[in-house]
């Protein structure tokens, strides 16, 4: 067994101190890495860099002296080797964890946290040995610290050892490497509760302050996991853990086999005082957690043939991203639907969302979702100003084609078969088996199903840049899909009004003094006055702009209005001349129109 040991050495400077200890060959050289990324965010993040202080030294037990000291040699900048003089070896070493995304590591004086991947060195010649993880607190203590640090407890999926309870600090067991990375860890005195589904306890963990219902939540997020669970046949996990992070503002989620780390604003959970409100921030947390449970399933055990085994070395490239995380960004908000926890209408509401964001701009129209799964590691994660135009995400391109899917499986099968029966089959023969897919795995099954060759179809979706036609599809279930305008400058809402609706084809954020641009659409007014991402416009036709004057302002003027605007790039200011043009029918509404046809879409299928 290798043994590790995380202390949180020093609060205010976020350090975490980390011991690994195991038996080793005298004279046998050993190979220590930390990975170069982690399953679910695809793009190189380079952990080791956050190693501050490394050293090994004989840990032999029988030996007179238990400190003598190893040379530590790095080869490369995420890998160490040493050849070893002892019957037992221990690597000592200190991670800087400052970091509170959803991916890394934590640490202050409220709470910790950490990945075991951006934490835990991985013995390279022992892939396969049981690890046994001791969290534990520092053995010296200042009066102050003992008082805060002693109310600090676990949540973990790591399988508890005998002698250590739930929340408890103490000693934890995973059967290899690549489970002790797979289960992140938070410490400190946060709030947990728990409920349970077909006999599998889950946990809810709120790493920092809150005010949100508890029993809501509880009620609430069941629902969603009994849909998920229903939709599989099965549940593959003893016990699952949604641990999330509040912060004033924040969003995000990552998957993992047995839990998930969510990133939300404290704010975003039900409001006890509204039991009845579902607001759109907690329409959004829902959606996260059903994103994110559903991943259990698709990607943490279905995955891509070229994930099995993991190369966490370096870039493992996929051409099935639209599947993994479009498939699943599909379910997030249609679960919610059906689960009862959102209207039809509201549901149609984020799925009009989800096409204005993919038809808004060209990028659909110069990048395939194929190439942008695989090309994720430089496009997507690491997206230039020029992303909205010149690419096309998986998620949401991919959410479309699976709408595609599940609406031509229910036709073509006369309502027997849906995209419920695909990913059940997928469940069955891939993610059971442990076998990793391909792209004709995903359209041999659809074939089946609709007793129908779609191949042609289905690829040319997939690995073609052309926009996906689901209008038809639509009609024939009693939907309508509408080009329309957009209602305000900086917003995805659409309006059918044939009036004039100013448009300048940018997105922005407020800030205290003016709007920082986040995204320009090429050819729009806002490209053309020069406008450009991360520019701050501070005034428009010499009238202080805020995310409302600027509306109230465009609402004022007639179409084709130009204007001088001032804005700042980096330090220096600039003019430019803006035009207030009418709005494209660029934005997507997808409404109802036939309450007796839709039910062939919206009624349950889970088969």
Request: some cysteine.
């Amino acid at each position: 067994m290798i043994h590790y040991q995380i202390t949180p050495k020093n609060l205010n400077s976020h350090l975490f101190l980390v011991t690994l200890s195991f038996a080793t060959q005298v004279n046998k050289t050993y190979h220590l890495s930390l990975p170069a990324w982690l399953p679910g965010s695809y793009m190189i993040r380079d952990f080791a860099k956050n190693i501050t202080e490394i050293s090994a030294y004989n840990s032999d037990p029988k030996a007179a002296q238990n400190t003598e000291t190893i040379a530590l040699n790095k080869t490369d900048k995420q890998t160490w080797k040493f050849t070893a003089t002892s019957v037992n070896t221990s690597i000592c070493y200190q991670v800087f964890a400052f970091d509170l995304s959803v991916r890394t590591a934590y640490l202050d004086s409220e709470r910790g946290f950490f990945n075991g991947s951006s934490t835990f060195l991985q013995v390279q010649e022992l892939p396969e040995e049981c690890c046994q993880l001791t969290i534990a607190l520092p053995k010296e203590l200042t009066t102050e610290s003992s008082q805060q640090l002693n109310s600090w407890r676990v949540a973990t999926g790591l399988t508890r050892a005998t002698g250590t309870d739930k929340y408890q600090l103490g000693d934890y067991i995973a059967k290899d490497y690549q489970e002790l990375i797979d289960c992140p860890v938070a410490i400190g005195n946060f709030d947990a509760f728990e409920f349970v589904v077909e006999g599998v306890t889950h946990h809810l963990v709120f790493t920092s302050q809150h005010f949100g219902d508890r029993e809501r939540l509880k009620r609430d997020i069941a629902k969603l996991c009994q849909h998920h669970i229903n939709l599989f046949g099965e549940v593959p996990f003893k016990e699952y853990w949604f641990i999330t992070h509040l912060l004033g503002s924040g969003f995000g989620g990552l998957e993992h086999k047995n839990s998930t780390i969510l990133q939300a604003s404290r704010f975003d959970l039900p409001n006890p005082n509204k039991p009845d409100e579902t607001s759109e921030n907690y329409q959004t947390f829902l959606s996260l957690c059903s994103h994110e449970y559903f991943h259990a399933w698709n990607v943490c055990r279905i995955k891509p043939k070229e994930f099995i085994p993991y190369n966490l070395q370096h870039e493992v490239h996929t051409r099935q991203l639209w599947a993994y995380e479009g498939i699943t960004s599909y379910y997030d908000d249609f679960s919610l639907f059906r689960s009862g926890l959102i209207s039809f209408e509201d549901y149609l509401l984020q799925l009009s969302k989800t096409a204005t964001r993919v038809y808004r701009s060209q990028g659909e129209l110069k990048q395939s979702v194929s190439d942008s799964s695989f090309d994720t590691w430089t496009k997507f994660y690491q997206q230039g100003p020029d992303g909205v135009n010149n690419i096309v995400s998986y998620y949401t391109k991919g959410a479309l084609i699976a709408l595609w899917l599940d609406l031509t499986i229910r036709e073509k099968s006369a309502g027997v078969y849906s995209l419920d029966t695909l990913m059940r089959e997928l469940w069955i023969h891939f993610g059971r088996t442990n076998i990793g897919t391909r792209e004709e795995d995903f359209i041999n099954i659809a074939n089946i199903l609709c007793n129908d060759d779609i191949t042609v179809a289905f690829q040319a979706l997939l690995n073609s840049a052309q926009r996906i036609e689901l209008a038809p599809l639509l009609k024939q279930v009693g939907i309508a899909f509408t080009a329309q305008k957009f209602q305000k400058l900086n917003s995805l809402e659409t309006t059918d009004n044939k009036a004039y609706s100013p448009y300048i084809g940018a997105q922005y954020s407020a800030l205290p003094l003016g709007v920082k641009i986040t995204q320009v659409i090429e050819n729009s007014p806002a490209a053309e006055a020069g406008l450009a991402v991360n520019d701050i416009l501070l005034a428009v036709h010499n009238i202080k702009v805020t995310e409302k004057s600027l509306q109230q302002l465009a609402d004022h003027l007639p179409e084709n209005t130009e204007l001088t605007c001032h804005y700042f790039r980096d330090d220096q200011l600039m003019t430019g001349h803006i035009v207030f043009l009418d709005s494209p029918l660029a934005a997507i509404a997808i409404t109802e129109v036939d309450s007796t046809l839709s039910k062939k879409w919206r009624c349950k299928n889970l088969l």
